[in-house]
């Protein structure tokens, strides 16, 4: 989250907290049924939850997690019986599948837009499959335009100072998405008292996917044709062993930590995502017409976030969506501005590609293209 955001929550958050209160509390007690509904002891997380305002409509047991001090002890006022953890949204102390929903009122537009992926990774990741997602966030004020970050100075802030994110509902509905959720609803609401832009309400699931691990200055974006169901379940790309791209990626010099896309993207600036997001048992389950559609979000996903270059993890997905002639090697088409390596599968079930000659795509696909001759 933005750090001169959260100072600024840190000192001015009593205030905030006299001026602010609950909005649609309908739709907070919807929530809170849906999430009573899956077990009598089902955990909800109230994520960014500010001076704990939603956290006595939310129902119980409830976690609230805030990044400003000053919040977090409002929250433990509003609602003694919570367990309330001062941390980031973006890094959530938490197991697997530790919560069965998650609210989160405004918070996540404090995050600069590119980070917004990464951070609804950690939100899939603490939600089993079927948990509920409830998420709101400032749209741009004619409720269309173009996602964008602005300052106080545009956002008309009566607390100046913090950074906020304007969304495109559109942007927003294919971001979330990609991190693993179906959508249920999406709400444009207009305008109220508390508010002086259009709020964005979105419901949805968690389903049994592997959210898109990416984020700004990626000098290598690593795109799988389909995440398997094991590597869903785990929450991790090509997670089996018998899968060599973790281990090419390794001798290629290219990863710091094993089967971790969080600091693949983090510490070694190497994004993951598929060409196809739907988690299957074998990638023969999936058609050309599935490898097609893929092709147009991963374009969209390269125009916004412009990695340096992406590498196709699997020959025939590119052959089945773009050129049934392609071989491996950087590739005539680009996704929006980023050149295009396409290398073989890292399957062991791919015995004619070795080790060795993975490593050498990899490399060469992040020493990138090299000048036009």
């Known amino acids: 989250m933005d750090r001169p955001t959260i100072a ?40 960014g939850a500010g001076p704990g305002h939603y956290l006595p409509l939310l129902g119980s047991p409830a976690v609230a997690v805030d990044a400003s001090a000053t919040m977090t002890a409002l929250a433990r006022t509003a609602a003694p019986s919570a367990a309330v953890v001062q941390a980031d949204l973006a890094q959530l102390p938490f197991g697997r599948a530790a919560f069965a929903g998650v609210w989160a009122s405004k918070a996540h537009q404090h995050l600069p837009a ?32 173009t996602t964008e970050e602005v300052s106080d100075d545009r956002s008309g802030d009566d607390l100046p100072g ?109 994004g993951m995502t598929d060409l196809v997001k739907r988690a299957t048992a074998r990638a023969d389950e999936l058609t050309t017409a599935d490898y097609r559609e893929g092709v147009p979000r991963l374009e969209a996903l390269c125009r916004w976030l412009q990695p340096a270059a992406v590498a196709i993890v699997g020959l025939a997905g590119w052959r089945a969506a773009v050129d ?31 080790l060795d000659d993975l490593v050498a795509h990899l490399r060469a696909a992040a020493d990138g293209p090299g000048p036009p001759t």
Not at 121 to 126: G, L, T
């Open 8 to 47: 600024i929550y840190d000192r001015e958050g009593a205030t905030y907290a006299d001026r602010r209160g609950v909005q649609r509390p309908e739709r907070v007690r919807a929530f809170a049924a849906a999430v009573d509904a899956t077990g009598p002891d089902a955990r909800r997380l109230d994520l």
């Open 114 to 145: 590119a980070e917004l992926p990464l951070a609804l990774a950690e939100v899939h990741r603490v939600l089993p499959v079927g948990g509920r997602f409830d998420l709101t966030v400032f749209a741009a004020p004619d409720g269309a335009g």
């Open 162 to 270: 913090r950074l906020f994110t304007w969304w495109n509902p559109d942007h927003l509905r294919t971001v979330v998405e990609a991190a693993g959720f179906g959508i249920d609803a999406l709400d444009l609401v207009a305008a109220r008292h508390q508010d002086a832009h259009p709020r964005i309400e979105i419901s949805a699931t968690a389903l049994r996917a592997l959210p898109d691990h990416v984020g700004p200055g990626m000098r290598l974006l690593c795109c799988g044709l389909n995440p398997s169901l094991h590597a869903a379940d785990a929450g991790v790309g090509y997670v089996t062993g018998s899968n060599r791209f973790w281990r090419a990626m390794a001798a290629a010099g290219l990863v710091t930590f094993d089967r971790d896309p969080r600091r693949l993207l983090l510490h070694d600036r190497i």
């Open 324 to 354: 049934r002639k392609a071989t491996t090697g950087w590739q005539e088409r680009r996704l929006g501005p980023t050149p295009v390596y396409v290398l073989p599968s890292t399957s062991g079930l791919n015995a004619g590609t070795s």
